[in-house]
């Protein structure tokens, strides 16, 4: 009776340990990052249950031996071939914000995997070797996949600016990315690119939250909007850095080569997120409100349009709106990088 007892306690301190140790149950659906940093423990109750029946049958000669095991097995992950759970639900329905916020929450950096069943060889591979490797990360890290071949995946990636994949993402606690890798993902690439961001996270963060206090302390300062939006666009961030990019166009009591230069950020931020009716939008906006006032919103808004014309070669459209560009204020910055474009598609220009 005492060995059943013990059992039993077993039993129950595994089932707690699987679902509420170092993270609290996720809330909602399974499959949330606290789920998915826990290891999997089935096999390790399934052995509990097997001592059971050993027990009752009282080979008692092997109870013992069969408890030692199973309490070492408790502490060792599952080698199942089957994904995590929170890897296969991030696949099917997931909820990128929330998994990204409570990384955030936990302190723990996120490696995120853009691919697309069945698109190549390389996505396939990618899609069956990153649950296996992550596993071996323990909790130290929160695994997203992105599959393509859902709908609802290719707006949640195309902040990414995943044109090709797979896609590998490699991001601070706090959501900035560090690493970008395409082409094969390999496990030795997967574990560098961990090193990488353990690496890097302290310094990040720490100069995006003394960024952020810089601007809670001066919200009307554009200077302090521009160095936040500047640092989060260098760490290719674009999604956060578009409201600080936003605030200053809009500023009206902000000058107005300022403003231009934070409006043309808009119009390329949506760009590169695959959103080109938005940077339409604001490149129209920039030349409505602003290219009265000086000349620079004339070039700045024609050669976000210019540039994004040709992208989706419309060649004698770009070819005008970059000229246009150029024309309006030859020496400015944005003359020059119409130039550089009009040089680029010269030849298929038609």
């Known amino acids: ?53 050993f ?13 030692a095991l199973a309490v070492v097995l408790a502490g060792c992950r599952s080698e199942t071939a089957t994904p995590p759970p929170a890897l296969v639900s991030a696949a099917t329905s997931p909820d990128l914000d929330e998994d990204l916020a409570r990384a955030a929450t936990y302190q723990i950096p996120a490696l995120i995997l853009v691919a697309e069943t069945g698109a190549s060889q390389a996505d396939d591979d990618a899609l069956f070797l990153f649950p296996r490797v992550v596993a071996n990360l323990n909790d130290g890290v929160a695994p997203i996949v992105l599959d393509l071949s859902l709908s609802r995946n290719r707006a949640l990636a195309a902040r990414f600016h995943a044109n090709n994949t797979p896609l590998l993402l490699g991001l601070t606690p706090r959501g900035l990315i560090v690493t970008r890798d395409g082409g094969p993902i390999t496990k030795g690439l997967v574990f560098n690119r961990m090193g990488k961001i353990t690496e890097r996270r302290h310094e990040l963060d720490g100069q995006l939250a003394t960024l952020e206090e810089e601007v809670a302390k001066a919200p009307t300062d554009a200077a302090a909007q521009l160095r936040l939006a500047d640092f989060l666009i260098g760490q290719s961030n674009a999604r956060e850095a578009l409201p600080h990019f936003e605030a200053v166009a809009r500023d009206n009591s902000t000058s107005a080569s300022v403003r231009v230069r934070a409006w043309v950020e808009v119009a390329r931020a949506h760009f590169w997120m695959a959103e080109p009716e938005k940077g339409r939008h604001s490149a129209q906006e920039l030349i409505a409100a602003l ?3 000086t000349s620079e919103a004339l070039a700045g808004g024609n050669l976000m349009l210019g540039v994004q014309d040709a992208n989706a070669r419309r060649f004698a459209l770009a070819r005008r709106e970059l000229a246009a560009a150029m024309a309006a204020a030859p020496d400015s910055d944005y003359a020059r990088q119409a130039g550089e474009a009009l040089a680029k598609f010269q030849g298929e220009a038609k």
């Open 1 to 53: 009776m005492d060995r059943m007892n013990r059992i039993n306690r077993m039993e129950e301190k595994l089932e707690t340990w699987r679902w509420g140790s170092q993270f609290p149950p996720a809330a909602g659906p399974p499959g949330r990052l606290g789920e998915a940093s826990l290891p999997d423990t089935s096999r390790v109750l399934f052995r509990a249950h097997f001592i059971k029946v």
């Open 55 to 67: 027990s009752t049958l009282r080979l008692g000669c092997f109870a013992p031996a069969l408890v």
């Open 291 to 293: 290219g009265p006032v």
